[in-house]
C-alpha cells in the first residue's frame, strides 16, 4: 500500500483530504504544520507528500525541501490557492511534481497522486535497471556520463569476457584500479579472487618473494615454504599497479610466468601451472621506458593486448558534478552528516584542474563534509586555493587547505619519529599504504633523514 503525507493548518480540510485519500485505498499520516511535516516527511518513507504552500507560520516550501532531500525522496504535489500560481510554479522549480489549485475535487486529487506514483515506479525500475547493468559489468563506482567514460566502458564490456591481459594508463588518480575491478567482476573469472599489488610499494627482492613464493631456507628468515600471491590468484585475476616502476630482472620473470602459465618458487626448481589473467596499470610512459632500456620491449607488448586509456578529470568536466554529487552521499552516510554544496561550489568544482584527478575530488570532498559538519558547503570549504590564486583570506589569515596540509604534515612528521624514519612503519601507524604516504610526503615537501 502506498504511503501519502498530508500536511495542512486547516484541521477540516485536512481531515477531509485524509478520508479521500484513505477511500481511494491509501496509506495516510497527516500533519498540521510545517515543522510537523518536515519531520514526519524525512522520517516516514512517503511514496508521496501533499502539502499546501501555507501553513499559517509556517511555509510549504520548507517541507517541499526536507522532503526532497532526503535519498530516494518522496514525490511531492503543492496545493495552492487561486491567484497564487506563481508560488506553485516556483515549487515546481524547486523539485515539486505538480500543483493543484483550491478548490479541487476528489477525481482531480486522486488522479494527480497516481501519476505522481507511476513517476515514482518508473524512476524505480530505471534506477533498478541501471543497478543491474553496474552491477553486472562491475561499474558500480565508475561514476561519470562524458562521452570519454561511456567509450571507455563500452571497450571494457567487450574485453572483460576475454582473457586478454590488459594495459591500463593514465594519470594517478584516473581510477586505473576500479576499471580493472570492473573487468575482472565481468569477466568469467568473476567467482574467483581478483589480487591486486602495487609494484611501487614492495621492494624489488620482497615483490619476487611475495608474487612467487618461497621454498624452505630460500633466503635468511625463510622458515617454512610459502604460497606465493600468484597461486593465490590461480584462476582468478592478478593486478599490477604501477608496473613501470619494476626492475628489468622482475619483469623477465614476470614474462615468463605470463609466456608459460607457469612460476617457479624462490629456492626451487619444480615450475608451478598458474592459470591467472594479469591486468597492468601505469601512469608512465611505458614506450618511452621501453626506449631508455627501463622496461622491457616484449613485456610490453605482452601486457598491451588490449590497452586501455583513463583521460584525466580535467578532460571530462560533465562528470565533476556527479563524481561531487557521489562523493558527497557517499561522505554524509560514512559521518552521519548532513552536508550539501552550497551556492557556487559547483561552478568551482567545474573551473578547478585536479592534479590528482577524482582521487583529488574525492579528499577534497572528505575533507569538507569532516571539517565543516552539516549545511552547505561553501567554495572556499571545498576547493583549495590555487597558487597564485586571488581570495581573501579567512580571518584568521590561514585558509581550510592551508591548515589541513599542516595538520597532516605535523601527523605524518610524528608517525616518522615514532617510527625512526621507518616509511613502511609510518604508513602501518598511520593506516595507509607506503605508496598513499610517499605521494603526501612528496606533496607536502616532507624530507625525513
Given at each position: 500500500m502506498s504511503k501519502v503525507l498530508v500536511v495542512d493548518d486547516q484541521r477540516n480540510l485536512r481531515a477531509t483530504l485524509v478520508?479521500?485519500?484513505?477511500?481511494?485505498?491509501?496509506?495516510?499520516?497527516?500533519?498540521?504544520?510545517?515543522?510537523?511535516?518536515?519531520?514526519?516527511?524525512?522520517?516516514?518513507?512517503?511514496?508521496?507528500?501533499?502539502?499546501?504552500?501555507?501553513?499559517?507560520?509556517?511555509?510549504?516550501?520548507?517541507v517541499l525541501r526536507a522532503a526532497r532531500e532526503i535519498p530516494g525522496p518522496p514525490e511531492v504535489i503543492v496545493m495552492t490557492a487561486f491567484g497564487t500560481i506563481e508560488s506553485a510554479v516556483e515549487a515546481m522549480r524547486d523539485g515539486a511534481f505538480d500543483y493543484v489549485e483550491k478548490p479541487f475535487g476528489e477525481r482531480e486529487l486522486v488522479v494527480k497522486v497516481e501519476k505522481a506514483l507511476e513517476k515514482r515506479r518508473l524512476e524505480g525500475q530505471v534506477q533498478a535497471f541501471a543497478s543491474e547493468f553496474k552491477e553486472r559489468y562491475g561499474f558500480a563506482n565508475v561514476v561519470g556520463r562524458s562521452q570519454a567514460l561511456r567509450d571507455l566502458l563500452a571497450r571494457v564490456v567487450k574485453i572483460a569476457p576475454t582473457d586478454a591481459t590488459v594495459l591500463i594508463t593514465g594519470e594517478s588518480g584516473t581510477g586505473k584500479e576500479l576499471v580493472a575491478k570492473a573487468i575482472h567482476a565481468s569477466s568469467r573469472r568473476a567467482d574467483r579472487p581478483f589480487i591486486p599489488v602495487n609494484c611501487a610499494a614492495i621492494s624489488d627482492t620482497l615483490l619476487e618473494s611475495e608474487l612467487f613464493g618461497h621454498a624452505r631456507g630460500a633466503f635468511t628468515g625463510a622458515a617454512s615454504a610459502r604460497k606465493g600471491m600468484f597461486e593465490e590468484a590461480d584462476g582468478g585475476t592478478f593486478f599490477f599497479d604501477e608496473i613501470s616502476e619494476t626492475t628489468p630482472a622482475f619483469q623477465a620473470k614476470l614474462l615468463r610466468a605470463l609466456q608459460e602459465g607457469e612460476i617457479r618458487r624462490l629456492g626451487e626448481n619444480r615450475p608451478i601451472l598458474v592459470d591467472v589473467r594479469v591486468i597492468a596499470a601505469t601512469n608512465q610512459d611505458l614506450l618511452a621506458a621501453v626506449a631508455d632500456k627501463r622496461f622491457r620491449q616484449d613485456l610490453y607488448y605482452r601486457l598491451a593486448v588490449a590497452r586501455l586509456h583513463l583521460p584525466p578529470l580535467r578532460e571530462r568536466r560533465e562528470d565533476i558534478a556527479q563524481l561531487a554529487a557521489f562523493f558527497l552521499d557517499k561522505y554524509n552516510r560514512k559521518m552521519g552528516r548532513r552536508a550539501r554544496l552550497g551556492d557556487g561550489v559547483l561552478e568551482a568544482l567545474g573551473a578547478y584542474d585536479?592534479?590528482?584527478?577524482?582521487?583529488?575530488?574525492?579528499?577534497?570532498?572528505?575533507q569538507a563534509v569532516a571539517l565543516s559538519g552539516d549545511g552547505p558547503l561553501s567554495v572556499d570549504d571545498v576547493v583549495p586555493t590555487a597558487p597564485g590564486a586571488e581570495r581573501t583570506p579567512p580571518a584568521s589569515g590561514r585558509s581550510l587547505a592551508h591548515a589541513v596540509d599542516e595538520a597532516e604534515r605535523a601527523t605524518i612528521l610524528g608517525a616518522l619519529r615514532d617510527t625512526d624514519g621507518s616509511r613502511e612503519r609510518a604508513a602501518e601507524v598511520l593506516g595507509i599504504s607506503p605508496t598513499t604516504l610517499w605521494r603526501k610526503m612528496t606533496r607536502l615537501a616532507i624530507s625525513f633523514d
Open positions: 478520508m479521500m485519500l484513505r477511500g481511494a485505498g491509501y496509506d495516510v499520516d497527516e500533519a498540521g504544520d510545517a515543522d510537523e511535516g518536515c519531520d514526519l516527511a524525512t522520517k516516514g518513507a512517503y511514496d508521496v507528500v501533499l502539502t499546501d504552500l501555507r501553513l499559517g507560520p509556517g511555509d510549504g516550501m520548507r585536479y592534479p590528482g584527478n577524482v582521487r583529488e575530488l574525492e579528499n577534497m570532498i572528505e
